[in-house]
């Protein structure tokens, strides 16, 4: 079993949509969650950084964090085209400076 | 603010050279960068890391001698592919992180190509 788990999708939805990205994670250890995005043939962009459990909005997003089911979200509302890319969840520890990556999940938006 | 920048963005090698990839922290000092490889469809694979002024520490089954890794100054690492190969080629991702250590910023990648 991976330390974290993310459905891969891909995701398609229609623009305006509200999207809903998960990730799972077995290490009780972790306690900074982030979500990143990612185009193609690009680095990863930060959009989200969150500390132990908790909601935190940005704008359209929105990351929530359930340390006590172990698993994330992400919240993008009124979705648009240009938010067609790959998210990325990561997490570490409290000590130590390794990120661990879910798989990604590929999102498409129509319009 | 918390931009990484990384040179060249694309480059092409023949096989048996060598070729370094340049990864900076524009606005902030970054204490540790790390190097990742993306393969195509796939999730980021962690190479090193590396602490300025230390030497980099590297993950199992990743070759230091192939990939040598040097965090000289706060807002430089640079990563150089010896005697590349084709099975070398691949996207490279350099990311800092500052004192708090606690998010890593990326740089937009590297794509080599070894011909």
């Known amino acids: 079993q991976k330390e974290v788990e993310q459905d891969p999708g891909p995701l398609s939805v229609p623009e305006g949509a509200i999207v809903s990205l998960n990730c799972t994670y077995s290490?009780?250890?972790?306690?900074?969650f982030m979500w990143y995005r990612q185009y193609s043939r690009k680095g990863p962009e930060l959009l989200m950084y969150?500390?132990?459990?908790g909601n935190k909005e940005d704008g359209r997003f929105t990351a929530q964090v359930d340390k006590s089911s172990k698993y994330i979200s992400l919240f993008i509302r009124d979705s648009q085209p240009s938010d067609s890319a790959t998210y990325l969840c990561?997490?570490?520890?409290?000590?130590?400076?390794?990120?661990?990556f879910g798989a990604g999940t590929i999102l498409r938006v129509k319009s | 603010g918390a931009v990484v920048s990384q040179h060249p963005s694309w480059v092409i090698c023949k096989s048996g050279t060598s070729v370094k990839i340049e990864c900076r922290s524009l606005?902030?000092?970054?204490?540790?960068m790390f190097w990742y490889r993306q393969f195509p469809k796939q999730s980021l694979m962690l190479m090193a890391t590396?602490?300025?002024?230390?030497?980099?520490?590297?993950e199992q089954g990743v070759e230091k001698d192939k990939f040598l890794i040097n965090h000289a100054s706060l807002t430089l690492s640079t990563l150089t592919v010896t005697s590349a190969h084709p099975e070398d080629s691949s996207f490279y991702i350099c990311?800092?992180?500052?004192?708090?250590?606690?998010?890593?910023?990326f740089g937009p990648g590297t794509r080599l190509t070894v011909t």
């Open positions: 590396s602490n300025e002024g230390s030497k980099a520490t590297y």
């Open positions: 990311s800092a992180s500052g004192a708090s250590g606690r998010a890593q910023y």
């Open positions: 290490n009780s250890a972790f306690q900074y």
């Open positions: 990561a997490m570490r520890g409290e000590y130590g400076n390794k990120l661990v």
């Open positions: 969150t500390y132990s459990s």
């Open positions: 606005d902030f000092q970054a204490t540790t």
